[in-house]
């Protein structure tokens, strides 16, 4: 499985565009890029997932440029309920069985 | 509503007890985990089972049982060999059908040894 590296933590003020980047270089040609959310004392939850450029939903935008050995996931003018941690994970998703976590990025929204 | 269901939220366990973490999901996947965060750290894989009947030992899984009897039910014993098992455990699921699944958390359980 791909390993990644992404920033430890990061500050940002509130109404603000955040970009976390996540670099992992030995990703697969099956390999999706999937992002999550976790809030303390609760389970992490999906933000979004991408295979290659651009993804967009509503509350986040994933881009991925076309070698693939990293993604910036950007939350468009987070607010204090943004923080959080957030870890990048790279695998196939099929069976992803032993699916990776490292330790997140650690994201602080000030007022 | 589909999920993942974990039980009890916080738990207590006095020395040399062992104690089981229940985890139930009605999302028809095969893939189940269990992983253990310690406060401020991010997820270690203690064990995971592709298919019923069928499990396989995460990074860190000394101390650790499981049993995978029904699809829908993964339970994780924390035996009395696990030193420190203070931690939040979380229990998650995934399907295999298809690449590009997400993978399914319950809310956690806190376990605390008194």
């Known amino acids: 499985l791909a390993k990644t590296t992404q920033p430890i933590s990061m500050d940002s003020y509130e109404g603000q565009e955040v970009n976390i980047t996540c670099s992992h270089n030995?990703?697969?040609?099956?390999?999706?890029i999937t992002w999550y959310q976790q809030f303390p004392s609760q389970g992490p939850r999906f933000i979004i997932q991408?295979?290659?450029t651009k993804v967009t939903n509503e509350v986040a935008s994933l881009f991925i440029p076309a070698d693939r050995k990293s993604s910036t996931l950007s939350l468009p003018r987070v607010s204090l309920s943004d923080t959080a941690v957030y870890y990048c994970l790279v695998g196939d998703g099929a069976g992803g069985f032993k699916t990776i976590f490292g330790a997140g990025t650690r994201l602080f929204v000030k007022a | 509503d589909g999920g993942i269901t974990q039980s009890p939220k916080y738990l207590f366990r006095k020395e040399g007890q062992n104690v089981t973490l229940s985890c139930e999901q009605n999302l028809n996947h095969d893939a189940m985990y269990w992983y253990r965060q310690d406060p401020g750290q991010g997820l270690r894989l203690i064990y995971y089972?592709?298919?019923?009947?069928?499990?396989q030992k995460g990074d860190i899984a000394e101390g650790y049982s499981v049993s995978r009897e029904k699809k829908e039910s993964f339970p994780l014993t924390v035996t009395s060999a696990q030193k420190n098992p203070t931690a939040f455990y979380l229990c998650?699921?995934?399907?295999?059908?298809?690449?590009?699944?997400?993978?399914?958390f319950g809310e956690g359980s806190w376990l605390t040894v008194v």
């Open positions: 998650a699921s995934t399907s295999q059908e298809y690449s590009g699944n997400t993978i399914y």
């Open positions: 991408g295979y290659k």
């Open positions: 030995n990703i697969a040609t099956n390999d999706y």
């Open positions: 089972s592709q298919i019923v009947n069928d499990f």
